[in-house]
C-alpha cells in the first residue's frame, strides 16, 4: 500500500498564471476528495469524485478552479489566473465507497506571488 | 458561527501526561467522527474513526463521542514528544463524506 501521493509538493507562481496539480489516489479507493488549508485552519472541502463522476463542489470552487478524474485513477486540480488568495496547501485524500475512512496525501503547497 | 468548533490552544503538557483534545459541533446529523493528526507540513493522518455515540480505544488513544451534548473527545495517555503535532477533529453526515473540520489544536510534549 503505497498511500495518496500528490505532486508538486511545492509550486511557487506568480499571479496570474494557470497552476496544475496532481492526486494518485490509493489504488484501490473509488472516491477522491479534495481539500484546501490555510494556515492555522482545518481542511475545507472543494470537491469529490466517485469513479470518474464529479460529484459534489463546494461554492469555495470558484469558475477558475476545474478538477478532473479521467478513467477513474488520479485525478487533476488546475487553478486559473491565480491569485494571492490561492495561497494555501491543496491536499487530496481517498475512500472506499460509502467508508468514512479518508486518508490524506502529503498535499501541495502553492505560493502566488 | 462555525458548525465546527475547536480550541486552536496551543497546549503544552509534559511527557506521560494525559491529554485531552474537545471539539463542539452544532448540526446534530453529523454522525461519523474522527481524529486526524497533522505534523507540520505534512498531510493529516487519521487516528480515530467512531461512528454515533460511545467509546472507542486504540493503544494510548481513547476517542469519546457524547452526541446528546454534541461533543467529541480525544485522550491521549502516557503523551510522548512525537505526539506533537496539530490534532484536528472532523466528523461527516451519514450517506454524505465530505468532512467537516474543526480549525485544530496545537499540542507541545514538554520532555
Known amino acids: 500500500d503505497t498511500g495518496v501521493s500528490q505532486d508538486p509538493r511545492h509550486k511557487i507562481t506568480k499571479r496570474g498564471q494557470n497552476v496544475t496539480f496532481r492526486c494518485d489516489p490509493i489504488s484501490e479507493h473509488n472516491r477522491l476528495y479534495w481539500y484546501r488549508q490555510t494556515l492555522g485552519q482545518g481542511p475545507e472541502f472543494l470537491t469529490y469524485f466517485q469513479n470518474e463522476a464529479q460529484l459534489e463542489k463546494s461554492r469555495l470552487l470558484s469558475d477558475r478552479f476545474s478538477a478532473e478524474r479521467p478513467k477513474g485513477s488520479f485525478s487533476t486540480l488546475e487553478i486559473q489566473r491565480t491569485e494571492q488568495g490561492d495561497s494555501a496547501m491543496y491536499l487530496c485524500?481517498?475512500?472506499?465507497?460509502?467508508?468514512?475512512?479518508?486518508?490524506f496525501g502529503p498535499g501541495t503547497r502553492l505560493t502566488v506571488t | 458561527q462555525k458548525e465546527v468548533e475547536q480550541d486552536p490552544g496551543p497546549l503544552s503538557v509534559p511527557e506521560g501526561a494525559i491529554v485531552s483534545l474537545n471539539c463542539t459541533y452544532s448540526n446534530s446529523a453529523f454522525q461519523y467522527f474522527m481524529w486526524y493528526r497533522q505534523y507540520s507540513r505534512k498531510g493529516p493522518e487519521l487516528l480515530m474513526y467512531t461512528y454515533s455515540s460511545g467509546n472507542k480505544e486504540d493503544g494510548r488513544f481513547t476517542a469519546q463521542v457524547d452526541k446528546s451534548s454534541k461533543y467529541i473527545s480525544l485522550f491521549i495517555r502516557d503523551s510522548q514528544p512525537s505526539d506533537s503535532a496539530t490534532y484536528l477533529c472532523?466528523?461527516?453526515?451519514?450517506?454524505?463524506?465530505?468532512?467537516?473540520f474543526g480549525t485544530g489544536t496545537r499540542l507541545t510534549i514538554i520532555p
Open positions: 472532523a466528523m461527516t453526515l451519514v450517506g454524505n463524506e465530505k468532512l467537516t
Open positions: 485524500a481517498s475512500s472506499l465507497v460509502r467508508s468514512g475512512e479518508q486518508y
